[in-house]
């Protein structure tokens, strides 16, 4: 009996059991094998890459009881969502043991981070429908996508329409949550042109000690892609914005139940590819602009300020490679400037800058700029494929000398189905602005701490059968250097408490990772009934996880184990019903409205989604948390109970 068989043969006995769903690529078995992807500087397919990268695609995301990117990321067994309001209100998304402040977030391969904060960097301007396929890298991937990725990357591809169409789509469901979008596409020889708009509200699912609503949300996307591509060269832009206000509960203090937030973020980028003299080019220039307004007091300036932050960052890259008789070599530079205005972040400004619409002025600043090489050479001889390079980085703000961080991915396939890879790579992360300067309100930052340094471990294998079966496991060493963190020293009165911004000595973390997903209808093809089945379970262990007597913000409190599973099945011609499980157990505390510390306590979540879908037009029907559990991802925030929602999606062609 082959491998396929057996498995077969245990799943089908199996099959009234829901099983676990993870990022897997491609748990749909749609076919990733011809998906490029950015794991290194040197754009590969998947089956070439000596990096593991987990790619979720159009039709496995259509197929989740989901309404934004970081619902998604849920069902990412290697990544910790922790959400502080529904519908991509607000949410930090850490990668294997990580905050929010060491993910890379990219749109379209442009590194979209603000040096503000990681909080608000998932406010795309692209709506669900505009995604092609996720990218996501667990593992420093300075080589890939700079000084930010030091735990990973997040890689959004939105789509390149094939044709002319249009598509509209609308949604409701429970807390009075409303949302709907088009889209429009155009070709026409060697241009390409798609733009897209979405809007979406809620009432929230809480309220204030006063009785008004304090987790409500609001939000207007826009977007535009355009592209031109012959046979001598590529260009692609885009242009986006993305407004958003929600009320922020009791997100960044205990004490006060009724903040709130409102941002404004652009992106503009244009990238390009040609090959010159048998030497392949990709040259990209890119801005983006955020603005931020934060209230801790909602609709009151009496007695806290409104907080005030303005950031620009402006890049441009060229990346190269050619080929040679002994591989493929790669060589890139990157160059980026971070400007950052706030009224009350960063040095004193010599002159302050009014801030449009109010009677107040932009009085501090920061502006740093940092400058990335790197080296980087790809080598596959016969069954065994490497990539190996280093990035050497410096940055005016921190006073070093250029800093050199070297890496390498190995794999060699066993057989034509099964691969085993091991990596070694490091990388470093810049503190924040926030984590800098922001000393209001109970906290106290350090403007001298030191960047992050990393060195990670990876080692695996991989199963890939695109007729049936995809599994993989892993195991992995993080270990960390000057790691930042938010900390609290709880053994002091409370009225003397106060968050530190600090650099860790030291964070090591050890870990390991297990996936497979299940074609069905490929594997028992007599029965249409049970399709697919996706399983995966990360575990983590992170030392100075009991620190006695102190409270962390994020190095401590991170998901120790994690499961998530799912199963789809076909009801009817055209009708799925997709069953979504999730167990996470988090390590850490939090201190409550009344002041006390409290453990956090491990939940499991169902959800759920009915599908029916013929020719053009989509219709569903979806809730989560069917069993109305009640639990907390983040400090004292508690999450919403049961919610359900429904909606119709039309594409003409």
Excluded at 447 to 454: C, G, I, V, Y
Excluded at 491 to 511: A, D, I, K, M, Y
Excluded at 580 to 600: E, H, M, P
Aim: charged share 20%.
């Amino acid at each position: 009996m082959n491998l396929k068989t057996l498995f077969a043969a245990l799943m089908f006995t199996a099959a009234g059991n829901v099983s676990l769903q993870a990022e897997s690529v491609d748990s749909l078995f749609i076919r990733t094998d011809e998906i490029e992807i950015t794991a290194s500087r040197i754009k590969t397919t998947l089956p070439k890459a000596s990096r593991i990268a987990h790619i979720m695609t159009a039709d496995e995301i259509s197929a989740y009881p989901v309404q934004s990117v970081n619902d998604i990321l849920k069902y990412a067994s290697g990544v910790d969502v922790r959400q502080r309001g529904p519908m991509g209100a607000q949410t930090d998304i850490g990668v294997r043991g990580g905050n929010f402040e060491q993910v890379a977030i990219l749109l379209d391969g442009i590194n979209i981070c603000d040096p503000q904060t990681g909080h608000n960097s998932f406010d795309f301007p692209v709506d669900m429908s505009d995604i092609d396929h996720i990218e996501v890298l667990e593992g420093p991937a300075g080589r890939a996508y700079g000084s930010s990725s030091l735990m990973g990357a997040i890689n959004i591809v939105t789509k390149t329409a094939a044709r002319n169409a249009a598509s509209a789509h609308v949604e409701a469901g429970s807390y009075g949550y409303v949302a709907g979008g088009a889209s429009a596409a155009a070709v026409k020889g060697n241009w390409n042109n798609m733009i897209s708009g979405s809007y979406g509200r809620s009432d929230g699912y809480s309220r204030s000690k006063q009785d008004r609503l304090n987790a409500d949300m609001e939000y207007k996307k826009a977007f535009y892609k355009g592209s031109f591509d012959n046979s001598k060269i590529r260009i692609n832009w885009h242009a986006g914005i993305s407004a958003k206000d929600w009320g922020s509960n009791t997100f960044y203090s205990a004490k006060y139940d009724d903040q709130f937030e409102h941002t404004v973020k652009s992106y503009t980028a244009v990238q390009a590819e040609s090959t010159i003299g048998g030497i392949h080019i990709h040259p990209s220039i890119w801005w983006n602009h955020n603005e931020d307004r934060f209230e801790l007091i909602r609709g009151s300036e009496t007695p806290v300020p409104y907080n005030y932050h303005r950031s620009d960052v402006a890049g441009t890259a060229l990346n190269s490679w050619f080929d040679w008789k002994l591989g493929r070599t790669a060589v890139s530079a990157e160059i980026k400037n971070e400007n950052l205005v706030s009224g009350n972040l960063g040095e004193p400004l010599d002159n302050p800058i009014h801030i449009k619409g109010t009677d107040r002025d932009y009085t501090n600043g920061l502006d740093r700029t940092n400058l990335s090489i790197v080296l980087e050479h790809n080598l596959t001889l016969g069954k065994f494929a490497m990539s190996a390079g280093a990035v050497g980085t410096y940055n005016t703000w921190n006073g070093r000398s250029f800093r050199i961080y070297p890496g390498i991915d190995m794999s060699y396939r066993l057989t034509g189905k099964l691969k085993a890879f091991a990596t070694v790579n490091t990388s470093l992360r810049l503190p924040s602005v926030t984590e800098l300067y922001y000393s209001v309100g109970g906290y106290k930052a350090d403007k001298h701490l030191r960047p992050e340094t990393l060195t990670a471990y990876d080692l695996g294998l991989k199963y890939t059968d695109y007729d049936g079966i995809q599994a993989s496991a892993s195991l992995f060493y993080n270990h960390g250097t000057d790691m930042i963190d938010w900390i609290m020293d709880i053994t002091l009165p409370s009225e003397q408490r106060r968050w530190e911004s600090v650099n860790f000595t030291r964070v090591n973390s050890w870990g390991t990772e297990l996936k497979a997903s299940f074609d069905f209808e490929t594997l028992i093809p007599a029965q249409h009934i049970l399709q697919s089945a996706d399983l995966a379970y990360t575990y983590i262990d992170q030392e100075k996880v009991d620190v006695e007597g102190i409270q962390s913000r994020s190095t401590l409190e991170y998901l120790r184990h994690k499961a998530v599973a799912g199963v789809r099945l076909g009801i009817l011609p055209g009708l799925t019903l997709g069953i979504n499980l999730r167990y996470q157990d988090r390590a850490g505390s939090y201190t409550g409205t009344d002041g006390l510390v409290y453990d956090y306590k491990p939940y499991l979540l169902t959800d759920a989604r009915l599908q029916w879908q013929k020719e053009r037009i989509r219709l569903f029907i979806e809730c989560n948390n069917l069993t109305d559990r009640q639990y907390i991802d983040y400090g004292c925030v508690p999450q919403p109970g049961i919610w359900a929602i429904a909606g119709i999606s039309v594409t003409t062609f």
